[in-house]
């Protein structure tokens, strides 16, 4: 299974963007799923996962301004993000865990995760 990143781009502080993962081919129905990001020099960040039991987690850093969802009609992962900070610049990934493990999603760790998109840059200017 791909995911492919979609959605980055540049805004000014306070703005919105959403990013989608969009997952080719059959994808389980159980899972964990989630957004990362990551800036030079520094290791992943989990930013929000999704459960497939639903459940959801988030970064301090980004709770009431992310919300990640996903659309189990076509399986696309969804983040949105409000209140944009230019501390949020990074490239963003998503990321799946066939399989629901609920500590792994509680985790917000990378290294559990097997299937990663390509990446796509958040850019957020003061």
């Known amino acids: 299974v791909q995911l492919v990143d979609s959605g980055g781009g540049s805004v000014q502080a306070g703005g919105s963007l959403r990013l989608s993962c969009s997952p080719s081919?059959?994808?389980?129905?159980?899972?964990?799923m989630g957004w990362f990001r990551q800036t030079s020099g520094k290791e992943r960040e989990g930013v929000a996962t999704?459960?497939?039991?639903?459940?959801?987690r988030y970064a301090d850093s980004v709770k009431g301004r992310f919300t990640i969802s996903r659309d189990n009609g076509d399986k696309t992962l969804y983040l949105q993000m409000d209140s944009l900070k230019p501390e949020d610049t990074a490239m963003y990934y998503c990321?799946?865990?066939?399989?629901?493990?609920?500590?792994?999603?509680?985790?917000?760790?990378?290294?559990?995760?097997?299937?990663w998109g390509q990446g796509t840059q958040v850019t957020v200017s003061s």
């Open positions: 990321a799946a865990q066939w399989g629901y493990s609920r500590s792994l999603c509680n985790s917000l760790l990378a290294t559990g995760f097997r299937n």
């Open positions: 081919g059959y994808t389980p129905t159980s899972y964990c």
């Open positions: 999704i459960g497939s039991d639903g459940t959801t």
